[in-house]
């Protein structure tokens, strides 16, 4: 893979600071002038994943399923072996700047989000038969009777090659660098489906994460906003779309 850099800006709020020694907010103002928000231009890199990243792909997955019942070092493996799809992001440095010479190894090599696609129809290992397990569960906790029945059909039809997306990565880096790694997944489909038929995906499967607004007992609401919050906002995308 050709190693292509993304250049996004992230913002990081500064704490709220609250003073319990009875000093006015004038002082701290003058004292410490904290600023209200930091914009830091950070260039990426994506690169092929390979067994160096194979924790950081694993904590990525632990964020994503959180307690399911599914192996994580299994899904971890399969990622990695893919050698013709799947993208990592990692911070871009230069070689002969300073930050390359003063960072260890192991934050220069620090992966940011991967984005993937595995094959889910065949049960050819743990993962993919845990994803089947979850999937059904979770039709029937959260579906109808007609989803149920759409989702059990489908994964038992070997005739349909179904894929699960993964999209993770850390919260501060903004749903702008998404756009690009979804559209570097669409070539790579595009590239080896032919020669590989087991990629040319009839349905896509993805697990996006929600917050729903909590309400108290007069059913006034904690916080201001709107009732969905998405965890990742291009989500709520593949949400109108679907």
């Known amino acids: 893979m050709p190693k292509r850099k993304l250049s996004v800006a992230i913002k990081e709020e500064a704490q709220q600071v609250s003073w319990v020694g009875g000093a006015p907010e004038k002082y701290l103002e003058e004292k410490y002038l904290f600023p209200t928000q930091l914009r830091l231009n950070i260039k990426f890199s994506i690169h092929r994943p390979k067994v160096s990243d194979f924790h950081s792909i694993e904590g990525f997955l632990q964020r994503l399923f959180l307690n399911a019942p599914v192996n994580l070092s299994d ?53 993919t038969e845990n994803i089947h397990d979850l999937m059904l569960d979770l039709s029937r906790i959260h579906g109808d009777n007609d989803t149920v029945q759409f989702v059990s059909k489908l994964l038992s039809d070997d005739k349909n090659q179904v894929g699960f997306l993964i999209n993770e990565r850390y919260l501060n880096i903004p749903p702008s660098i998404s756009g690009p790694l979804f559209r570097i997944i669409c070539e790579e489909l595009s590239n080896i489906k032919t020669e590989n038929p087991l990629y040319n995906f009839a349905y896509i499967f993805m697990m996006c994460k929600l917050y729903k607004v909590i309400k108290d007992e007069k059913g006034n609401r904690y916080v201001e906003g709107p009732q969905i919050l998405w965890r990742n906002a291009e989500d709520q995308f593949f949400d109108v779309v679907c």
């Open 75 to 127: 899904m971890s493996s399969v990622l990695i072996d893919q050698s013709n799809i799947g993208t990592v992001i990692k911070q871009a440095f230069d070689p002969d700047s300073m930050e390359y010479i003063n960072y260890c190894d192991d934050f220069r090599n620090q992966a940011f989000g991967i984005s993937s696609i595995i094959n889910i129809t065949q049960k050819r290992n743990k993962c």
